[in-house]
DNA sequence: ATAATACATCAAGATATCTTGATGTGACAT
DNA sequence: ATGTCACATCAAGATATCTTGATGTATTAT
């Protein structure tokens, strides 16, 4: 029970929905998220943490940057389906194409 | 977003999956869900008029009654499979072992 | 009309969640 | 070692959510 509220609460966000949403592209970096979704560091951080606690992303060190990505696991990716309609929400349009056009922080990745 | 949102918080709260799992298997009245969920009528009542606004219920009067059920459309019935999980949760099996042993409020339904 | 039942809604306090700014941590360069 | 960059975490205030008890509404019975 506490596990799927976990689930519903952390998709419950519009701010984690876009960050989500972001990931379904493919693997960002923190600082890519902050300045695609312009907020606070602090702010992005949080919500990746709690997107990681519920099981939906997982996150991998490469040098100073930590990369997140969707988590690949079967039951993880169930929930993606449910976020289809988003695809035509003007903000996560928007989101994307922020991502596509721009990227990374001041060198790499 | 409002309404991806909207939904997933509905669905992030433990007394509402347990109202939404017990739906499953048809159609209750509140004073049903009251003495099955052992909860004041004030609190169920604001629970399911949640879910109902997010679309995963509808409610139906008959006479003195109100019986909710889930939502019959196809984007709604797409969220249960992911709630298929709780299915092993004690807590579900003692609600849903109520419901099938008692029932109904004074006389009817 | 009066009373009773089933339910909805409101108000207020308790609890949780979100945001911001500051501080802490780990990796890398010099 | 010092500094810097990317990120995590903490503390505090703002906001939202949940719960409870009281009140309001609709329907039925008498």
């Known amino acids: 029970m506490k596990t799927t509220v976990r689930l519903f609460k952390a998709l419950g966000d519009p701010t984690r929905l876009r960050i989500v949403k972001l990931l379904?592209?493919?693997e960002l970096c923190v600082c890519q998220l902050t300045s695609a979704l312009q907020m606070g560091q602090s702010r992005?951080?949080?919500h990746l943490s709690i997107l990681k606690e519920a099981g939906l992303i997982e996150?991998?060190?490469q040098g100073k940057?930590?990369?997140?990505?969707?988590n690949p696991e079967k039951e993880t990716r169930k929930v993606l389906p449910l976020l289809k309609p988003l695809d035509s929400d003007i903000i996560i349009k928007k989101d994307r194409m922020y991502i596509v056009s721009v990227s990374s922080c001041s060198t790499e990745p």
Do not use: A, K
């Open 65 to 70: 940057w930590v990369h997140y990505r969707l």
């Open 59 to 61: 996150d991998r060190r």
């Open 24 to 26: 379904e592209s493919g």
């Open 44 to 46: 992005i951080s949080r």
